[in-house]
């Protein structure tokens, strides 16, 4: 997603009133990225989404590096906010949330019920913990929702799950957008701390959820983050050289 965040939420709103099929949008940042090389199915999911915002400091300055074309960070935090403040002012629209546990699912519904009282919370589902989902765990979840009709769906069951979960049934959902959010359920309700907005301005989020959570974050930050470091370098030096290429006059032979 090359646009800036009002322009993403307004093609999201768009959509919703004006769409007939399941869109999804997913997060890019440097740990999705690495993970994304050595699981094909989560690559797929990646590039099927119809957003994919750079959720992630790394991927806005690996975009300068390279001269891409974006300027700004997004999160899910921007989206999930973004689309609640525009369906609180014009009512009638509802969402499910999908993921995490049945306490933090209670939350969610007591803090939307008093952030948001003109939305409605059309259903929540908690899946079972486990690596892998079965057909009949899909389809309790996917029935679930269509029983709901809501017009948006939140989902929240960390990455790759949730991308590759959503990129696999999104033609079985009869919703109109679909998003993928990681951590924002436990933000949203409180349960995890998002880093002070001093930290998300200087592009370092991560440092305090590393501390908050080392055992479950340490992967990302010591593993994910050179391997996309090291992977940006050499698309910078390709593209040095391409340009070195174009820059350098053509011999003819003659004297």
Request: include cysteine.
């Amino acid at each position: 997603m090359n646009c800036g965040l009002k322009h993403c939420l307004q093609t999201i709103h768009d959509w919703i009133e004006e769409g007939n099929s399941c869109r999804l949008l997913s997060c890019l940042n440097p740990h999705s990225y690495a993970v994304s090389r050595g699981n094909s199915v989560f690559g797929h999911a990646l590039h099927d989404a119809d957003w994919l915002i750079p959720d992630g400091t790394g991927i806005v300055y690996a975009s300068k590096w390279l001269n891409g074309a974006i300027d700004d960070r997004i999160t899910g935090s921007d989206i999930f906010s973004g689309v609640h403040n525009h369906f609180q002012l014009i009512g009638g629209k509802s969402v499910f949330f999908l993921g995490s546990s049945e306490e933090i699912l209670e939350i969610i519904r007591q803090n939307m019920a008093h952030d948001y009282p003109y939305i409605k919370i059309s259903g929540t589902y908690s899946p079972p913990y486990k690596a892998q989902f079965s057909e009949s765990d899909t389809m309790k979840m996917v029935n679930a929702i269509n029983a709901a009709k809501p017009d948006v769906l939140w989902v929240a069951m960390t990455a790759p799950k949730q991308e590759i979960w959503l990129f696999q049934n999104r033609h079985r959902l009869n919703v109109k957008f679909a998003a993928s959010l990681g951590a924002v359920f436990d933000f949203y309700a409180g349960k995890v701390k998002r880093s002070h907005p001093v930290f998300q301005k200087l592009g370092l989020e991560w440092l305090p959820r590393l501390i908050q959570e080392p055992r479950r974050l340490w992967r990302r930050m010591f593993v994910s983050a050179p391997i996309f470091l090291w992977h940006v370098m050499l698309a910078v030096v390709r593209k040095r050289k391409e340009v070195d290429v174009v820059k350098t006059p053509i011999k003819t032979g003659r004297k």
